[in-house]
């Protein structure tokens, strides 16, 4: 495998169940992204993890709760969630922060989840 | 928050055509990136500029950053089939700024 690898490619889940989408990055990176991805909307960034502390939340329901056991794999278990929770989602890493000029993020092809 | 406008929304072109796409805000920008995302796939990396002004061939595709560091524009020459995707801006404010994205183009090329 290279680059970085999500599964699984495509999920639907009812209000009440437990998933939990994996991600995998096999380019030595030390930072990985959970992004969410809504028709018409920008991307949103969901949770940041920097040597495996997560450095940022922004504003996520709790019934997202990521998880990164190291620097090349990071989950988000997701938990009743809601039909507007429906969405693409997207994890990515990169060399340290994006912050730093010139640092790009290197995505994988996402999780398509649909919540009934 | 700094808001990234991108414009059009859409385009629909013939193959051979050239087209100029745009990436706009009120804010400064230390970096901005380019990412195209074809169907079924996350975004991939095109470009990443970083000083006013600068401009970065990509064989068909020219990226332009403004001298005020607060616009870009994406010109494609002699467009393809294979362009066919979703074009994102995503541009950091500063240090320990997060990237920001914007909405994105959809582009079709049609053969």
């Known amino acids: 495998e290279t680059g970085v690898t999500q599964t699984p490619r495509h999920l639907v889940m009812g209000m009440t169940n437990k998933k939990s989408l994996k991600c995998e990055q096999h380019?030595?990176?030390?930072?990985m992204y959970w992004y969410k991805q809504s028709a018409k909307k920008p991307l949103e960034l969901m949770f940041v993890y920097s040597l495996e502390e997560r450095v940022e939340n922004n504003s996520v329901p709790s019934r997202f709760s990521p998880e990164c056991p190291n620097s090349s794999h990071l989950f988000l278990h997701l938990h009743t969630l809601q039909p507007e929770d429906s969405a693409l989602y997207l994890c990515?890493?990169?060399?340290?922060?994006?912050?730093?000029?010139?640092?790009?993020?290197?995505f994988g092809p996402g999780t398509r989840l649909t919540v009934l | 928050t700094q808001l990234l406008e991108q414009s059009p929304q859409f385009l629909s072109i013939q193959e051979g055509e050239n087209l100029t796409v745009y990436c706009n805000s009120s804010s400064v920008f230390s970096s901005l990136q380019w990412y195209r995302q074809e169907p079924g796939e996350g975004p991939v990396l095109l470009v990443t500029v970083v000083t006013g002004g600068e401009v970065k061939k990509l064989k068909r595709l020219t990226f332009q950053f403004g001298d005020a560091r607060k616009d870009s524009s994406l010109h494609i020459t002699a467009a393809q089939p294979g362009d066919t995707g979703l074009y994102l801006c995503a541009g950091v404010a500063g240090a320990n700024s997060k990237l920001t994205f914007g909405k994105g183009i959809t582009l079709s090329v049609r053969p």
């Open positions: 380019l030595g990176h030390n930072a």
């Open positions: 990515a890493s990169s060399q340290d922060g994006v912050a730093r000029a010139g640092v790009g993020l290197f």
